[in-house]
């Protein structure tokens, strides 16, 4: 399959309500409006991608705060088109010292909480937006963050699908007092359209522009992090802030069908979208098209032999060995792909054997010289914890929730150990050169959404925004899974046929499918393509 085809024809199967976006000298794609106009305009002053990426970052915080910000973690892929260099930045925090399965024994919890103070790791975000413009940006970290900085000092108007994630959060940010005064107005979510400020994190914003990492994690807004936790209840101490940091990692990949996709490596759940590829390469996709209920279920049901792998092995590398290698094989992939009945859905599935010794902003843009960078950051579930810092307008994310409490898990909770995270930033090269930086972002959906977007681009030839608003699976668990409307009733009703029980997501429906951004190189005219998934507020923008 050539590249001509991969990026430039349409399905006659989708048509998009809108068009992919084009432009000449740089692209952004983000969730939302004035992120993507606050990271157009870096570019335009002749910032480069990563600064372009940073201010962006910046500016979610402020427009998407249930979703993101310095009290969440961050992951990035990062192209470097003079050196055709790819590097993965693992900007995770890790487990409070004084956190530990012991600590819930003796208060007799049997799981981890989902929410509140036990949730809460270490925000590893804002180091890594320092790392990633120390090693390759060229503006100051005061002006990237000046424009967030004014959106929260002056206030911005609420985006339609923020105001519904916000109006769901209410009763939760009404347990704690800060997060009642910080994100609440007179005890209710702010409206879409209704200008919203936030002073506190607007201060909060300053001080990191102008102090810098040791900022956030040695100096001002360390104690009042530390001074909070201890006298809340909570975990985190100055020892704990001061030991983050971030870590260079290589992507993993594999190649499919001629393209080589590269993840974020464990503690990242990206090798799942990687072993599903390999599954469904051993496949005739385009030709199964033809057989929608059949399609849908082989996608479906490789998607659950990946979770199964995900789920039994997938942890901090510091702490267990995983097998990345063994897990990527594509004979590994052929064991797992005779297990896929074409009939009937799986029950009961569990990872291979191998001898070992939720709430998200995704974003990604591309430079005139060809840069890319491929960025999310995360609280996992809509304002993380519930939690926020006292006045500094600091949202804690939760993801502590994902450990595990049996000692034998390899995911099981430690002191300074990273948790399972389910947040990972994609691209595609070939022979070297950048095809596509993308991502999907909402919890499990992640590994999904790339999975359905590069079969949509690969297998069945629709262009980057029908790949995009195409509709959607996702997994939950056992034969329960969530599925679109727009699939169609004949084919959810040959799914239903077959095995597969229609879950029922806990909001609404389209939510719960993730929201994909996406940009393209085209490779004959070297233009740029961008898309923005419907599914969210936002938009891809070029010059």
Not at 375 to 380: A, G, K, M, R, T
Not at 498 to 504: D, T
Not at 536 to 543: C, F, R
């Amino acid at each position: 399959m050539n590249m001509e085809h991969f990026t430039t024809n349409s399905s006659a199967q989708i048509k998009s309500g809108r068009s992919v976006v084009r432009a000449q000298h740089g692209m952004v794609a983000t969730s939302q409006p004035l992120a993507s106009q606050v990271g157009l305009d870096v570019l335009k002053r002749g910032g480069n991608a990563v600064d372009a990426a940073i201010a962006m970052a910046a500016m979610l915080n402020v427009t998407e705060p249930m979703m993101t910000g310095v009290g969440g973690d961050m992951f990035a892929l990062v192209y470097w088109a003079k050196t055709k260099e790819l590097k993965g930045l693992n900007a995770s925090g890790r487990a409070p010292r004084a956190l530990s399965i012991d600590y819930f024994a003796k208060n007799n919890v049997k799981q981890m909480p989902e929410f509140g103070m036990g949730a809460i790791t270490v925000p590893g975000a804002f180091d890594g937006w320092v790392t990633l413009r120390d090693k390759y940006g060229t503006m100051k970290l005061a002006d990237l963050m000046d424009p967030a900085i004014s959106y929260a000092e002056n206030g911005f108007p609420v985006m339609e699908k923020t105001a519904e994630d916000w109006e769901a959060e209410v009763d939760r940010l009404k347990l704690n007092p800060a997060a009642t005064s910080n994100y609440l107005v007179n005890g209710r979510a702010p409206r879409a359209g209704e200008i919203f400020r936030q002073p506190n994190l607007a201060r909060t914003l300053r001080q990191l522009a102008e102090g810098g990492r040791d900022a956030f994690y040695k100096g001002p807004i360390a104690k009042a992090i530390a001074d909070y936790m201890k006298a809340n209840g909570g975990f985190i101490t100055l020892e704990d802030l001061a030991a983050t940091k971030s870590e260079w990692v290589e992507p993993i990949s594999t190649n499919y069908r001629g393209y080589d996709v590269f993840e974020i490596p464990p503690n990242g759940q990206g090798i799942t979208a990687l072993i599903a590829l390999n599954i469904l390469e051993g496949f005739d996709l385009k030709a199964m098209r033809s057989e929608p209920v059949k399609y849908e279920h082989t996608l479906i049901e490789a998607t659950k032999l990946a979770f199964a792998d995900r789920n039994r092995y997938i942890a901090d590398p510091a702490f267990a060995k995983i097998p990345v290698a063994e897990l990527l094989s594509k004979d590994y992939a052929a064991k797992r792909r005779a297990l896929i009945d074409p009939k009937k859905a799986m029950d009961s599935l569990s990872a291979g054997i191998i001898n070992v010794g939720s709430d998200t902003t995704y974003f990604t843009v591309v430079d005139k010289d060809g840069n890319a960078v491929s960025f999310i950051n995360s609280l996992f579930d809509a304002f993380g914890s519930g939690i926020v810092a006292g006045n500094t307008g600091i949202v804690f994310q939760n993801r502590g929730s994902a450990f595990s409490l049996d000692p034998k898990h390899p995911n099981a909770l430690a002191p300074g150990k990273r948790p399972f995270h389910t947040i990972i930033p994609a691209m595609v090269l070939k022979d070297g050169q950048l095809c596509m930086s993308f991502g999907v972002m909402g919890g499990a959906i992640q590994p999904q959404g790339h999975v359905q977007v590069l079969v949509n681009l690969i297998d069945l030839g629709m262009n980057l925004q029908e790949a995009i608003d195409a509709p959607r699976y996702r997994i939950t668990n056992g034969l329960n899974v969530l599925l679109e409307d727009e699939l169609g009733n004949s084919v959810i009703e040959g799914l239903l046929n077959m095995g597969h029980k229609r879950a029922k997501p806990p909001g609404a429906l389209r939510s719960s499918m993730g929201g994909g951004q996406a940009i393209m190189v085209d490779p004959v005219s070297k233009t740029l393509m961008g898309a923005s998934d419907p599914r969210k507020d936002g938009m891809a923008l070029g010059y």
